[in-house]
Nanobody
Framework: QLQLVESGGGLVQPGGSLTLSCAAS????????VGWFRQAPGKDHEGVSC????????VIADSVNGRFTTSIDNDNNTVYLQMTGLKPDDTGVYYC??????????????WGQGTLVNVSS
């Protein structure tokens, strides 16, 4: 079965850093685009980033550009979201999702349960 599992969330101070992991199993990330999405309390889902190594694409949302980036470790079949300069409004549940399409993602073949990021002092 196709599966993505996020990890790395937690409580972090404003201005701090976190790296989230999205581990894929049941498939390899070759020829998949992988995106990160988030949902803050009371808000709609928001696309954060997308990466497709086969297409040579990396897309970062304007709201986090310059602070967040995403990368792939093919040996570990894992996608990372590296976050710095975290702000309270970055708080939310972060999900990863993958699809054999390209960035930006319109549909997701598989997605994870999410990991909570709470940016608070």
């Amino acid at each position: 079965q196709l599966q993505l599992v996020e990890s790395g969330g937690g409580l972090v101070q404003p201005g701090g850093s976190l790296t989230l992991s999205c581990a894929a199993s049941g498939f390899t990330l070759d020829y998949y685009a992988v995106g990160w999405f988030r949902q803050a309390p009371g808000k709609d889902h928001e696309g954060v980033s997308c990466i497709s190594k086969s297409d040579g694409l990396k897309v970062i949302a304007d709201s986090v550009n310059g602070r967040f980036t995403t990368s792939i470790d093919n040996d570990n079949n894992t996608v990372y979201l590296q976050m710095t300069g975290l702000k309270p409004d970055d708080t939310g549940v972060y999900y990863c999702g993958a699809d054999p399409g390209t960035c930006p993602l319109k549909t997701l073949e598989v997605w994870g349960q999410g990991t909570l990021v709470n940016v608070s002092s």
